[in-house]
Every structure is written in structure tokens, then in C-alpha cells.
């Protein structure tokens, strides 16, 4: 469902010289699995992960998701691509910490055509589903852990096919990683989403369908690893 091939993405350093973040042969990730991409600190992950969704455009390749390729697309169109496509989670969530959980699982359907009651109903579904805090006021007031599940449950306000993690586990405790561990993994198994994470968890890791290896921005084969 996912091909991207060729990808070439350089970023510049403070004295304007450019330097090569990605440089990516082929990747692949279905649906129905959870594919890992692992790899140190530095490594390209985070900037892969917005390059595949359009956020960050990329100097060459194809991003072909089903039959379209969002390289070349302008914008806009890849904007509005990404919001009928894509759930997105950040690695620092970029909630906003005035708002109660509920309303920054509302975000994204500011800026959509669909009935706020049905929005408002499926939102409380996945505070239900996430266990997500209903009677916290303000975001701010939350764990990390809690955070990032209003993080994942905002993702999936739309149902969107893809869902996309930037080291959705980082810094939660074992329990509230292992929570959020299974929600991934049954989004992909039950659900038939294509969940591409980006992670050094090993617990993360070790669930995974498919793991890949990002050094240097390049994916190498990962040993031991069925
Ligand atoms: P990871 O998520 O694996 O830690 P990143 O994708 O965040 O890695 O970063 C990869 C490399 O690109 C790092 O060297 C980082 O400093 C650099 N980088 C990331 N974003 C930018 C940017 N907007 N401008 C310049 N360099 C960046
Ligand atoms: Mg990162």
C-alpha cells in the first residue's frame, strides 16, 4: 500500500551548506501490519515519517500510497491528501494544553465538512476506547502518558487508514507503553490499518510485523529479526 522509492532529502546546516538527511532505495509497509522503523537519535526517523506524509517535501523520489504518488503533488493537495488519509502522532503531540481533552480530539474537524454531533460522538468513542481522562479541563494537567493517548485518539478522529507514530512510546511508563502498544497493534491486525511507527523501543520493536533499520538516513537490513 505504501512505496516509496528514490527518496533524496538534504537539509542545510548554519552556515547554509546542505547536508544529505535521506537516502532511501525502497521502502514498503502494508496494511494490516505494524511496521517499525528503528534507528539512533539523529537518524532521519522523525523527518522520514513527515516526508512519507507530505509534511516535509522531499529533493526526488516517489511517495506512492496506493496509486498516488504525493512527491510531485502541490501542497494543497497533498494537505488535503494527508487529512482524508493519514492520522498523524506527533513525537511532542503538539496538543493544545488550554483545551480539555475532548476539544483537542476536536481539532482536526475544524477545518473538516462533518456534523459536530457525529464528531463529538465518535470523540467520546475513543476516550472510551483509549481511556482518555473526561473530566480533566485543561490537556496541561495530564501525564505524558495520558497525553499521548488524546494524541492517538485525535489521530483517529476521521478512521483514517493510515496511521502514523513518531516515537509514540518515548518516555511513558511501561504500562501506559504497553497500552499504547496494543492500540497500535490492533489497529493494524483487527482494524486493517496500514501503522508505520518510528521507535527505539524494544518493546515497541519486538511487536512489530515488520521492523526496518534507519542509519544515516539509509534503511539496512536488520539482522535477527524474523
Ligand atoms: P530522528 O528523528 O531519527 O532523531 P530527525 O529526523 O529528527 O532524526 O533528524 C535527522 C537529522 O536532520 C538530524 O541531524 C537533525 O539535526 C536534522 N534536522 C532535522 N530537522 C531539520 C531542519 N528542519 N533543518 C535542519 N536540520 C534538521
Ligand atoms: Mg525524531
Request: neutral net charge.
Given at each position: 500500500?505504501?512505496?516509496a522509492?528514490g527518496?533524496?532529502?538534504?537539509?542545510?546546516?548554519?552556515?547554509?551548506?546542505g547536508?544529505?538527511?535521506?537516502?532511501?532505495?525502497?521502502?514498503?509497509?502494508?496494511?494490516?501490519?505494524?511496521?517499525?522503523v528503528?534507528?539512533?537519535?539523529?537518524?532521519?526517523?522523525?523527518?522520514?515519517?513527515?516526508?512519507?506524509?507530505?509534511?516535509?517535501?522531499?529533493?526526488a523520489?516517489?511517495?506512492?500510497?496506493?496509486?498516488?504518488?504525493?512527491?510531485?503533488?502541490?501542497?494543497?493537495?497533498?494537505?488535503?491528501?494527508?487529512?482524508?488519509?493519514?492520522?498523524?502522532?506527533?513525537?511532542?503531540?503538539h496538543l493544545?494544553?488550554?483545551?480539555?481533552?475532548?476539544?483537542?480530539?476536536?481539532?482536526?474537524?475544524w477545518?473538516?465538512?462533518?456534523r459536530?454531533?457525529?464528531?463529538?460522538?465518535?470523540?467520546?468513542e475513543?476516550?472510551?476506547?483509549?481511556?482518555?481522562?473526561?473530566?480533566?479541563?485543561?490537556?496541561?494537567d495530564?501525564?505524558?502518558?495520558?497525553?499521548?493517548?488524546?494524541?492517538?485518539?485525535?489521530?483517529?478522529?476521521f478512521?483514517?487508514?493510515?496511521?502514523?507514530?513518531?516515537?509514540?512510546?518515548?518516555?511513558?511508563?511501561?504500562?501506559?507503553g504497553?497500552?499504547?502498544?496494543?492500540?497500535?497493534c490492533?489497529?493494524?491486525?483487527?482494524?486493517?490499518?496500514?501503522?508505520?511507527?518510528?521507535?527505539?523501543?524494544?518493546?515497541?520493536i519486538?511487536?512489530?510485523?515488520?521492523?526496518?533499520?534507519?542509519?544515516?538516513?539509509?534503511l539496512?537490513?536488520v539482522?535477527?529479526?524474523?
Amino acid at each position: 500500500m505504501l512505496r516509496a522509492e528514490g527518496l533524496r532529502l538534504s537539509f542545510r546546516d548554519a552556515e547554509g551548506r546542505g547536508f544529505p538527511v535521506l537516502d532511501i532505495a525502497t521502502l514498503t509497509a502494508e496494511a494490516g501490519a505494524l511496521t517499525v522503523v528503528t534507528g539512533p537519535s539523529g537518524s532521519g526517523k522523525s523527518t522520514l515519517l513527515h516526508a512519507l506524509c507530505g509534511l516535509q517535501p522531499v529533493d526526488a523520489g516517489a511517495i506512492r500510497w496506493q496509486d498516488t504518488d504525493i512527491a510531485p503533488l502541490s501542497e494543497g493537495a497533498r494537505d488535503r491528501w494527508r487529512r482524508q488519509t493519514v492520522g498523524l502522532v506527533f513525537q511532542e503531540f503538539h496538543l493544545i494544553d488550554e483545551l480539555s481533552p475532548l476539544d483537542n480530539i476536536l481539532v482536526p474537524a475544524w477545518f473538516s465538512r462533518f456534523r459536530a454531533g457525529e464528531m463529538r460522538h465518535r470523540a467520546a468513542e475513543l476516550m472510551r476506547a483509549y481511556a482518555v481522562p473526561t473530566q480533566r479541563r485543561r490537556v496541561a494537567d495530564l501525564s505524558r502518558g495520558e497525553r499521548q493517548r488524546v494524541a492517538l485518539a485525535r489521530a483517529l478522529l476521521f478512521d483514517p487508514p493510515v496511521i502514523l507514530a513518531d516515537e509514540p512510546t518515548a518516555s511513558l511508563d511501561r504500562d501506559a507503553g504497553a497500552a499504547v502498544i496494543e492500540g497500535l497493534c490492533a489497529l493494524a491486525r483487527d482494524r486493517g490499518r496500514l501503522v508505520l511507527a518510528v521507535s527505539h523501543d524494544p518493546g515497541l520493536i519486538a511487536a512489530a510485523d515488520v521492523v526496518l533499520r534507519l542509519d544515516h538516513g539509509r534503511l539496512t537490513p536488520v539482522e535477527g529479526i524474523a
